[in-house]
């Protein structure tokens, strides 16, 4: 009875490893595919504003980023409703992610001289409530695109 016990409690050890080490590999997966995902995204930022460069309206930005994304068949939402949900009522109170990329990635676009603790955090506001694990801040009104751009990660 003994030998029965001990067999069982290795097999469910062996278990718990072995889906943990699934779970490790599945972040580890996920991670490698946000990493991909977020490099695609900045390299289409950085053609958008190597043709248009600064000095443009946030809007104009938004739609040719877009457009280039859409090309590469990545998913990509814009302006997509960011809902805030108090208790158990749902307010719409206008939020709006600039563009939402494969349902997983938070693009917040600027065209301003520097990001401010305000930029920061309405990005981070807009992935808490999403729940988005990633995002990007992308200030376009810089000389070289790479200076205005800042990753979060929660």
């Known amino acids: ?8 409690i290795i097999s469910q050890r062996y ?26 995204i900045i390299g ?6 190597r ?7 946030e809007s104009a ?5 877009f457009y280039e994304i859409k090309k590469t068949g990545i998913h990509v939402e814009s302006e997509k409703p960011m809902p805030l949900v108090y208790k158990e009522i749902k307010l ?8 939402l990329i494969e349902n997983k990635l938070v693009i917040e676009l600027k065209t301003v001289e520097a990001f401010t603790d305000v930029h920061f955090a309405q990005i981070l506001t807009y992935m808490k409530l999403g729940n988005y694990s990633t ?3 992308i200030n376009f009104n810089t000389k070289m695109l790479k200076q205005g751009i800042k990753r979060f990660r929660i």
């Open 44 to 49: 289409l930022a950085i053609e958008v504003h």
């Open 61 to 65: 930005y938004k739609e040719c980023l």
């Open 15 to 40: 278990t718990e490893k072995k889906k943990r080490c699934t779970e490790k590999k599945n972040r580890e997966t996920e991670i490698m595919e946000i990493n991909d995902l977020t490099e695609k």
């Open 51 to 57: 043709h248009l460069g600064p000095g443009l309206l």
């Open 1 to 8: 009875m003994h030998l029965c016990v001990t067999k069982k």
């Open 135 to 137: 995002g990007l801040l």
């Open 92 to 99: 719409e109170q206008g939020y709006r992610i600039d563009l």
